[in-house]
């Protein structure tokens, strides 16, 4: 189909994976912190801004090679799974998640402490005097009213992850079915000089990725999801 | 004060003719070199220039595939220093030289590992289980990649390493994997050994009758073709004094010389 070969497919299937597990591990993890960052009133609340920021300013292929070092047998993170017996995760699909997320954290972080900060506390005030609970004040409360930066945290990380080249270049090792996702296939052709599967693949990547983005407007248009007026 | 004058026009003669005939000799040569060529071409490159004073040269590294294309689209390259003999071969067929693709030098294969004395390893070694992941270039593109492959496939060892390979873009990458401890072992380029030995470690090379040869080969470009100092620099690689620094650097002379 569309001239694409089965590794090529595979490719494809790996990167939705990669996108969208990484995505919904994102929205869940940073919740707490986007609302932490959004009320706390501690001076550590700038270092730990820098620090989510990072990755903006990095360079991929910094995040690459720290991420090969540190999920590597002898980095922390690689070093303790195994001495618990367990593998290290370079070269591994797990590897991956833990890149793109760290590569997309920002893209996530900071539309949902915007929502939040946006939002305040008053509605939450409201609901404890109602005698909601925790629980039912996140789920009622908190979420609807900032529906619109959950979502374009979501959007943003897919799509982020969909193009993600560098960090995964320096610790994937471009192995077919397990680590070698879309943009690096593509990125293996054209150095192979193969640039009719170059393009037909890059070809097939633009068209999703541009569905994708009509989709996002088109409901945006009916639900604000991407925009920061709140 | 006529006197004066006529010693002043002279003296800006005199100096005007030494800027021009300066000037001659300080075309800049752009040298376009392989990555894994680095250190060896910053050595040769250093050598040229205290035998020419005046000769300005500049080297950029890279690979070698884009080095290619970017040849193709008119870089403004006077030299092409490949990690292979295609490119330039391929460049000379397409009119993009000013002359044959010359070899200069040929590339060996090692195993290294950095937890392991890899002096002691074999291809077949490799099988244990310990080495679980062997780092190599990308065989579909970059030729240290393509030779461990043949070398892997000509000792009968592919299919059951296969499982265990992970593949980088280039020979420089396989270093940092194996460097790094995420790959176990590598099979790179001898050349790369050279800063690595001098941290003691130990490396294994590889058999050249398993693989085809890793020739490396030069071309001067269309636009080099005029220019004195990449003419110059081009026939001092060929010279005894260059290939001894080659050679000091993990290079052999090409067999066909």
Same mark, same amino acid.
């Given at each position: 189909m569309f001239g694409l070969t089965p590794s090529d497919w595979e490719a494809l299937r790996l990167t939705l994976r990669l996108a969208l597990i990484s995505t919904a591990l994102l929205l869940v993890l940073c919740l707490p912190l986007a609302w932490w960052l959004a009320h706390t009133q501690r001076r550590v609340k700038v270092v730990v801004e820098a620090l989510v920021s990072l990755p903006l300013v990095l360079p991929p292929t910094v995040i690459g090679f720290y991420l090969l070092i540190l999920l590597g047998p002898r980095g922390a993170v690689g070093g303790t799974l195994e001495r618990l017996g367990a593998n290290h995760l370079a070269f591994t699909f797990t590897g991956l998640v833990i890149g793109s997320m760290i590569y997309s954290l920002p893209f996530v972080v900071q539309p949902m402490q915007n929502a939040f900060q946006a939002m305040g506390r008053r509605p939450l005030e409201v609901a404890a005097t109602l005698r909601a609970g925790p629980l039912d004040r996140l789920v009622s409360v908190v979420l609807p009213l900032s529906r619109q930066g959950l979502l374009t945290a979501a959007v943003l990380s897919f799509a982020h992850t969909l193009g993600e080249f560098g960090v995964l270049l320096m610790i994937g090792g471009g192995i077919p079915g397990q680590t070698?996702?879309? &943009?690096? %296939?593509?990125? &293996? @052709?054209?150095?192979?000089?193969?640039? %009719? &599967? %170059? @393009?037909r693949l890059s070809l097939f990547l633009m068209l999703a990725a541009f569905l994708l983005l009509v989709c996002v407007y088109a409901l945006n248009k009916r639900f604000k999801i991407v925009g920061m007026t709140p | 004060m006529p006197h004066l004058l006529k010693r002043l026009l002279a003296g800006m003669t005199s100096f005007a003719l030494t800027l021009t005939v300066a000037q001659a000799d300080q075309t800049t040569a752009r040298i376009a070199a392989a990555a894994s060529l680095r250190p060896a071409m910053d050595e040769l490159v250093a050598d040229y220039r205290s035998s020419h004073p005046g000769a300005r040269l500049e080297a950029v590294y890279g690979s070698s595939g884009s080095f290619r294309t970017q040849i193709e689209n008119g870089a403004p390259f006077d030299l092409f220093f490949s990690a292979d003999m295609d490119f330039p071969q391929a460049l000379e067929a397409a009119g993009h030289a000013a002359g044959e693709a010359v070899p200069y030098a040929e590339g060996r294969l090692v195993l290294w590992s950095g937890g392991d004395d890899a002096s002691t390893l074999t291809l077949q070694s490799l099988t244990a289980e310990r080495f679980r992941r062997i780092a190599i270039a990308n065989p579909r593109h970059a030729p240290y990649g393509a030779r461990a492959e043949e070398a892997l496939r000509s000792s009968g060892l592919w299919d059951a390493l296969e499982p265990k390979l992970v593949f980088a873009e280039n020979i420089g990458q396989a270093l940092q994997m194996v460097h790094s401890g995420a790959a176990d072992v590598g099979i790179l380029a001898?050349?790369?050994?050279?800063?690595?030995?001098?941290?003691?470690?130990?490396?294994?090379?590889?058999?050249?009758?398993?693989?085809?040869?890793l020739e490396n080969g030069y071309i001067i470009t269309r636009r080099g073709a005029e220019n004195p100092a990449a003419r110059g620099f081009a026939a001092f690689v060929q010279s005894p004094e260059a290939q001894r620094i080659l050679e000091n650097y993990g290079f052999s002379i090409p067999r066909s010389h």
């Open positions: 070698q996702v879309a &943009s690096i %296939a593509i990125y &293996s @052709h054209v150095e192979a000089m193969d640039y %009719a &599967s %170059a @393009h | 001898l050349a790369q050994m050279h800063g690595l030995s001098l941290e003691g470690a130990a490396f294994q090379v590889i058999d050249a009758d398993l693989h085809q040869p």
